[in-house]
């Protein structure tokens, strides 16, 4: 049982949501005006929990990190524990004597089901738990169509949403954190480095740390850089890959360094100050919709990362990949210089264009006819930014099998893809440094260039790149009849 009186500590609980502005349970916290645990519980042991890929365990150290800086300047303190949540989570509460905790709510069914067990542990101990919505504008209860059930087509869905009413302000930092103590008999704390969350053997992380500062105070300062240089070009360029025209805030959100309430408030007061028209500023806001459309499928179809959304997919033909062929596409080795240059990003960086995310998966799933699942889970451990909805929602949108997809004959040329989004190559010589002496007129097809071309470029096809893995040509005429095939028999 709780200590009672002000006294007794309170408890904020970190997890997605690592940051200390728009920070719903930590304002309730911190309203309780009593001495603050500042709590984060690495649990790779719950039943059903994903464990993080190695580029999101990468991105959590340094999120983690830069959190705990923030919260000593202030004061605080960050403790980090680990273990399964539901035991340590009880255990802490209990050694503190603690009158209440507080968290951000979770949308995937394992991480529902565990906080629901701790409710109700705590709420025997006569403990206050209270969880808030801190990852979306909209809660996925709230928002049905007109026969009340929830929404599968994302333009009815985002209109739905925006019809509600604008989300609420952004909530203020805290200026001051007052730290409770650890107590003598309370769980046992870890170092952030006993995580080992870091890569060491090989270290293969340098690409990503060049790239990327984590923390809330990298996520604000990029998107006041978009604001004020990208955001104005969004609605013409976002797809081209050889500009910066996107936001690249995708890792910070998806680790809650800057929330969606805040991103949405500053775009639209962007907008109001003469910094964007109102279309770029309205289709900078989609983007965020399809965050929290994928969000809602999840919520709704709790199997999204495993499941075919639309059932009828259970009996695709899908080929069994050979190893060689999935190694060609991890490591950007196809043939195909756009697709190449997007594997050879991700393992650098961390992260890919969005536009070229779509040519990359189309070409697994349907020229190579692999189960969108492989390019999923390859994502998953590659991406900083991989997000149970997200990264899970826009396979099943590529291979043609999840909610408002792309039919399945939507099938990307990465030829035309490569000249329609990078015409001068730019995108690609910087990836595919092989290729970059090509003339623009071959660089997203070296293979028809003439001899003498590839010659003063010094590309030497099969040698210093490959030739295509396939035809892209009959791998799409393939893709169509295995679809056809299905149509017939669903």
């Known amino acids: 049982m709780a200590l009672s009186g002000s006294d007794a500590p309170v408890v904020v609980w970190f997890r997605e949501d690592l940051r200390l502005g728009d920070h719903p349970a930590l304002a309730a916290a911190l309203a309780r005006k009593a001495p603050l645990i500042c709590l984060y519980v690495f649990d790779e042991e719950s039943p059903g929990l994903r464990p993080l890929g190695g580029a999101s ?51 995937e069914a394992a991480g529902i089901e565990i906080d629901k067990q701790i409710k109700a542990d705590l709420t025997a101990d006569e403990t206050h738990a209270e969880s808030f919505n801190g990852q979306l504008l909209y809660e996925p209860w709230t928002i049905k169509n007109k026969a009340g059930e929830f929404f599968r087509v994302f333009t009815p869905f985002w209109k739905t949403c925006l019809s509600t009413g604008a989300p609420e302000a952004p909530l203020s930092a805290p200026r001051k954190l007052t730290a409770a103590d650890w107590p003598s008999k309370g769980p046992k704390r870890t170092a952030l480095k006993d995580l080992r969350l870091l890569p060491t053997k090989p270290d293969w992380s340098g690409g990503i740390a060049a790239s990327w ?83 809602h499928l999840l919520f ?11 059932s009828r997919f259970d009996n695709f033909p899908w080929r069994k990949p050979k190893p060689a062929d999935m190694k060609a596409w991890q490591t950007g080795m196809t043939g195909y210089p756009i697709v190449d240059a997007g594997m050879r990003e991700l393992w650098l960086t961390g992260t890919m264009h969005n536009r070229v995310r779509m040519i990359v998966a189309s070409f697994l799933v349907k020229d190579l006819m692999v189960d969108w699942r492989e390019g999923e889970e390859w994502f998953w451990d590659t991406l900083c930014d991989a997000c149970p909805a997200n990264n899970t929602a826009s396979w099943q949108w590529v291979a043609g099998s999840g909610a408002d997809a792309a ?7 990465p030829i035309l893809q490569g000249q329609k989004f990078d015409p001068q190559g730019t995108y690609v010589r910087k990836f595919v440094p092989e290729l970059a002496k090509l003339p623009d007129a071959w660089i997203h097809h070296p293979w028809e260039a003439p001899d003498p071309v590839l010659k003063a470029a010094g590309v030497s096809l099969g040698k210093s790149y490959p030739v295509p893995m396939v035809d892209h040509s009959k791998a799409r005429d393939r893709a169509l009849a295995a679809f056809s095939s299905l149509k017939a028999a669903s």
Request: proline residues 4%; hydrophobic residues 40%; aromatic residues 12%.
């Open 57 to 107: 365990r990468w991105w959590l150290h340094h999120s983690l990190k830069a959190l705990s800086a923030q919260i000593e300047a202030l004061g605080g303190r960050l403790d980090i524990l680990r273990g399964p949540a539901r035991k340590v989570v009880l255990d802490t509460m209990r050694a503190l004597e603690a009158q209440a905790v507080f968290w951000t709510r979770r949308y």
């Open 407 to 413: 039919p399945y004959f939507r099938v990307f040329n």
């Open 213 to 295: 500062t984590p923390g809330e105070a990298g996520a604000r300062a990029l998107l006041k850089t978009f604001l004020d240089e990208g955001l104005q070009f969004y609605a013409a360029e976002r797809d081209r890959a050889d500009k910066a025209s996107t936001s690249r805030l995708s890792p910070h959100i998806r680790f809650g360094e800057i929330s969606p309430r805040q991103i949405f408030a500053a775009a639209r007061h962007a907008g109001d100050a003469g910094k964007a028209s109102g279309k770029d500023v309205e289709k900078f806001l989609s983007e965020i919709g399809w965050r929290e459309f994928a969000h």
């Open 300 to 310: 709704h179809f709790p199997k999204l990362a495993t499941d075919n959304f639309q």
